[in-house]
T-cell receptor, first 120, second 114 residues
Framework: AQTVTQSQPEMSVQEAETVTLSCTYD???????LFWYKQPPSRQMILVIR??????QNATENRFSVNFQKAAKSFSLKISDSQLGDAAMYFC?????????????????FGKGTHLIIQP | DSGVTQTPKHLITATGQRVTLRCSPR?????VYWYQQSLDQGLQFLIQ???????AKGNILERFSAQQFPDLHSELNLSSLELGDSALYFC?????????????FGPGTRLTVL
Protein backbone atom coordinates (compact mmCIF):
# COMPACT_ATOMS: atom_id res chain seq x y z
CA ALA A 1 0.00 0.00 0.00
CA GLN A 2 1.11 3.51 -0.70
CA THR A 3 1.91 5.88 2.13
CA VAL A 4 2.33 9.64 2.15
CA THR A 5 4.35 11.42 4.82
CA GLN A 6 4.33 15.11 5.67
CA SER A 7 7.01 15.61 8.29
CA GLN A 8 6.15 19.22 9.15
CA PRO A 9 3.01 19.43 11.31
CA GLU A 10 3.25 23.24 11.26
CA MET A 11 5.12 25.90 9.33
CA SER A 12 5.20 29.66 9.75
CA VAL A 13 6.24 32.28 7.19
CA GLN A 14 6.21 36.04 6.93
CA GLU A 15 3.83 37.58 4.44
CA ALA A 16 5.49 38.05 1.01
CA GLU A 17 8.17 35.47 1.82
CA THR A 18 8.62 32.02 0.27
CA VAL A 19 7.89 28.78 2.06
CA THR A 20 8.39 25.14 1.10
CA LEU A 21 6.24 22.30 2.40
CA SER A 22 7.69 18.80 2.32
CA CYS A 23 6.09 15.54 1.25
CA THR A 24 7.53 12.10 0.72
CA TYR A 25 5.72 8.99 -0.41
CA ASP A 26 6.33 5.30 -0.63
CA UNK A 27 5.23 3.27 -3.63
CA UNK A 28 6.38 0.43 -5.82
CA UNK A 29 4.58 1.81 -8.84
CA UNK A 30 6.27 3.75 -11.60
CA UNK A 31 3.23 5.68 -12.81
CA UNK A 32 1.00 7.71 -10.53
CA UNK A 33 -0.30 11.19 -9.81
CA LEU A 34 0.54 13.53 -6.96
CA PHE A 35 -1.54 16.41 -5.66
CA TRP A 36 -1.46 19.22 -3.15
CA TYR A 37 -4.79 20.20 -1.63
CA LYS A 38 -5.46 23.20 0.59
CA GLN A 39 -7.98 23.18 3.42
CA PRO A 40 -8.68 26.67 4.84
CA PRO A 41 -10.64 27.19 8.07
CA SER A 42 -13.86 26.78 6.08
CA ARG A 43 -12.85 23.08 5.74
CA GLN A 44 -13.37 23.11 1.99
CA MET A 45 -10.77 20.96 0.17
CA ILE A 46 -9.28 22.93 -2.71
CA LEU A 47 -6.90 21.55 -5.33
CA VAL A 48 -3.71 23.60 -5.48
CA ILE A 49 -1.57 21.73 -7.98
CA ARG A 50 -1.04 18.29 -9.48
CA UNK A 51 1.89 16.42 -11.00
CA UNK A 52 1.94 13.43 -13.30
CA UNK A 53 4.81 11.09 -12.41
CA UNK A 54 5.72 10.50 -16.05
CA UNK A 55 6.36 14.21 -16.57
CA UNK A 56 9.85 15.41 -15.76
CA GLN A 57 8.85 19.07 -15.76
CA ASN A 58 7.72 20.38 -12.40
CA ALA A 59 4.15 21.69 -12.31
CA THR A 60 3.51 25.40 -11.69
CA GLU A 61 0.32 27.29 -10.93
CA ASN A 62 0.90 31.02 -10.45
CA ARG A 63 2.67 31.41 -7.07
CA PHE A 64 2.61 27.67 -6.42
CA SER A 65 5.20 25.27 -7.78
CA VAL A 66 6.42 21.81 -6.94
CA ASN A 67 9.81 20.15 -6.77
CA PHE A 68 9.18 16.57 -7.89
CA GLN A 69 12.08 14.20 -7.28
CA LYS A 70 10.88 10.82 -8.50
CA ALA A 71 13.92 8.80 -7.48
CA ALA A 72 13.84 10.25 -4.00
CA LYS A 73 10.01 9.93 -3.88
CA SER A 74 9.76 13.53 -2.82
CA PHE A 75 7.11 16.09 -3.79
CA SER A 76 7.51 19.47 -2.11
CA LEU A 77 5.30 22.52 -2.58
CA LYS A 78 6.79 25.99 -2.84
CA ILE A 79 4.61 29.01 -2.20
CA SER A 80 6.11 32.28 -3.36
CA ASP A 81 5.06 35.75 -2.20
CA SER A 82 2.97 34.26 0.62
CA GLN A 83 -0.35 35.95 1.23
CA LEU A 84 -2.63 35.95 4.26
CA GLY A 85 -5.15 33.94 2.27
CA ASP A 86 -2.64 31.12 1.94
CA ALA A 87 -3.07 30.27 5.62
CA ALA A 88 -4.53 26.77 5.71
CA MET A 89 -3.83 23.07 6.16
CA TYR A 90 -2.01 21.67 3.16
CA PHE A 91 -2.35 18.02 2.26
CA CYS A 92 -0.15 16.04 -0.07
CA UNK A 93 -1.98 13.21 -1.87
CA UNK A 94 -1.14 10.25 -4.08
CA UNK A 95 -3.26 8.46 -6.64
CA UNK A 96 -2.41 5.15 -8.22
CA UNK A 97 -2.42 4.52 -11.94
CA UNK A 98 -3.42 0.91 -11.46
CA UNK A 99 -7.08 1.85 -11.44
CA UNK A 100 -7.32 0.64 -14.99
CA UNK A 101 -6.71 -2.93 -13.86
CA UNK A 102 -9.49 -2.68 -11.33
CA UNK A 103 -7.19 -3.59 -8.50
CA UNK A 104 -6.65 -1.64 -5.33
CA UNK A 105 -8.28 1.49 -4.03
CA UNK A 106 -9.00 4.22 -6.50
CA UNK A 107 -9.20 7.12 -4.12
CA UNK A 108 -6.55 9.55 -2.97
CA UNK A 109 -4.09 8.62 -0.23
CA PHE A 110 -3.42 11.68 1.91
CA GLY A 111 -0.64 12.72 4.24
CA LYS A 112 -1.44 14.04 7.72
CA GLY A 113 -1.15 17.63 6.59
CA THR A 114 0.94 20.72 7.34
CA HIS A 115 -0.63 23.70 9.07
CA LEU A 116 0.69 26.84 7.35
CA ILE A 117 0.64 30.09 9.34
CA ILE A 118 1.20 33.40 7.58
CA GLN A 119 2.62 36.14 9.80
CA PRO A 120 1.56 39.67 8.74
CA ASP B 1 -17.65 26.78 -4.86
CA SER B 2 -16.69 23.41 -6.36
CA GLY B 3 -20.18 22.60 -7.64
CA VAL B 4 -20.44 19.53 -5.40
CA THR B 5 -23.21 19.79 -2.83
CA GLN B 6 -23.60 17.85 0.39
CA THR B 7 -26.46 17.71 2.84
CA PRO B 8 -26.84 18.13 5.71
CA LYS B 9 -23.98 20.40 6.78
CA HIS B 10 -24.15 19.23 10.35
CA LEU B 11 -25.63 16.13 11.93
CA ILE B 12 -25.82 15.28 15.62
CA THR B 13 -27.00 11.86 16.65
CA ALA B 14 -26.59 9.21 19.33
CA THR B 15 -24.63 6.00 19.47
CA GLY B 16 -26.36 3.05 17.85
CA GLN B 17 -28.31 5.20 15.43
CA ARG B 18 -28.27 5.22 11.64
CA VAL B 19 -27.79 8.28 9.40
CA THR B 20 -27.71 9.03 5.68
CA LEU B 21 -25.46 11.61 4.10
CA ARG B 22 -26.28 12.90 0.64
CA CYS B 23 -24.07 14.16 -2.16
CA SER B 24 -24.82 15.69 -5.54
CA PRO B 25 -21.84 15.71 -7.92
CA ARG B 26 -20.90 18.50 -10.29
CA UNK B 27 -22.96 18.64 -13.43
CA UNK B 28 -21.52 16.14 -15.91
CA UNK B 29 -19.43 14.22 -13.38
CA UNK B 30 -20.08 10.48 -13.33
CA UNK B 31 -17.77 9.44 -10.51
CA VAL B 32 -18.37 10.03 -6.81
CA TYR B 33 -15.94 9.42 -3.96
CA TRP B 34 -16.51 9.42 -0.21
CA TYR B 35 -13.82 10.39 2.30
CA GLN B 36 -13.72 10.57 6.09
CA GLN B 37 -11.64 13.15 7.95
CA SER B 38 -11.11 12.52 11.65
CA LEU B 39 -8.52 13.64 14.17
CA ASP B 40 -7.33 10.06 14.71
CA GLN B 41 -7.22 8.75 11.15
CA GLY B 42 -6.77 11.90 9.09
CA LEU B 43 -8.28 11.90 5.60
CA GLN B 44 -9.25 8.42 4.44
CA PHE B 45 -10.80 7.21 1.21
CA LEU B 46 -13.94 5.17 1.86
CA ILE B 47 -15.54 4.19 -1.44
CA GLN B 48 -16.02 5.22 -5.06
CA UNK B 49 -18.94 4.89 -7.45
CA UNK B 50 -18.92 5.40 -11.18
CA UNK B 51 -22.16 5.81 -13.12
CA UNK B 52 -24.11 3.83 -10.55
CA UNK B 53 -21.62 1.02 -10.05
CA UNK B 54 -19.23 0.52 -7.14
CA UNK B 55 -15.74 1.10 -8.50
CA ALA B 56 -13.35 0.80 -5.59
CA LYS B 57 -13.31 0.38 -1.84
CA GLY B 58 -10.94 1.90 0.65
CA ASN B 59 -11.08 1.79 4.43
CA ILE B 60 -14.84 1.55 4.68
CA LEU B 61 -16.31 -0.24 7.68
CA GLU B 62 -18.90 -2.96 7.20
CA ARG B 63 -21.38 -0.78 9.13
CA PHE B 64 -21.10 1.78 6.33
CA SER B 65 -22.57 1.46 2.87
CA ALA B 66 -23.12 3.70 -0.10
CA GLN B 67 -24.95 3.83 -3.39
CA GLN B 68 -25.19 6.01 -6.44
CA PHE B 69 -28.58 6.58 -8.00
CA PRO B 70 -29.58 6.93 -11.69
CA ASP B 71 -29.55 10.73 -11.36
CA LEU B 72 -25.91 10.29 -10.14
CA HIS B 73 -26.42 11.60 -6.64
CA SER B 74 -24.94 9.41 -3.95
CA GLU B 75 -25.79 8.51 -0.38
CA LEU B 76 -23.52 7.25 2.36
CA ASN B 77 -25.30 5.24 5.04
CA LEU B 78 -23.72 4.91 8.46
CA SER B 79 -25.30 2.48 10.91
CA SER B 80 -24.77 1.31 14.49
CA LEU B 81 -22.92 4.55 15.05
CA GLU B 82 -20.09 4.73 17.55
CA LEU B 83 -18.40 7.72 19.16
CA GLY B 84 -15.40 7.14 16.91
CA ASP B 85 -17.50 7.73 13.81
CA SER B 86 -17.63 11.43 14.63
CA ALA B 87 -15.86 13.07 11.71
CA LEU B 88 -16.14 15.29 8.69
CA TYR B 89 -17.39 13.30 5.70
CA PHE B 90 -16.49 14.60 2.28
CA CYS B 91 -17.91 13.73 -1.07
CA UNK B 92 -15.86 14.41 -4.19
CA UNK B 93 -16.69 14.02 -7.85
CA UNK B 94 -14.84 13.77 -11.12
CA UNK B 95 -15.82 13.45 -14.75
CA UNK B 96 -14.56 9.92 -15.09
CA UNK B 97 -12.88 7.31 -12.89
CA UNK B 98 -9.42 7.60 -14.37
CA UNK B 99 -6.51 8.73 -12.31
CA UNK B 100 -5.98 11.84 -14.42
CA UNK B 101 -9.30 13.32 -13.45
CA UNK B 102 -9.25 15.95 -10.76
CA UNK B 103 -11.51 15.25 -7.82
CA UNK B 104 -13.57 18.24 -6.70
CA PHE B 105 -14.63 18.17 -3.09
CA GLY B 106 -17.91 19.21 -1.54
CA PRO B 107 -18.10 21.28 1.67
CA GLY B 108 -18.50 18.19 3.84
CA THR B 109 -20.98 16.95 6.43
CA ARG B 110 -19.87 17.18 10.03
CA LEU B 111 -21.19 14.21 11.99
CA THR B 112 -21.20 14.27 15.77
CA VAL B 113 -22.08 11.07 17.61
CA LEU B 114 -22.95 11.57 21.27
Amino acid sequence: AQTVTQSQPEMSVQEAETVTLSCTYDTSESDYYLFWYKQPPSRQMILVIRQEAYKQQNATENRFSVNFQKAAKSFSLKISDSQLGDAAMYFCAYRTLTAYSGGGADGLTFGKGTHLIIQP
Amino acid sequence: DSGVTQTPKHLITATGQRVTLRCSPRSGDLSVYWYQQSLDQGLQFLIQYYNGEERAKGNILERFSAQQFPDLHSELNLSSLELGDSALYFCASSVDWREADTQYFGPGTRLTVL
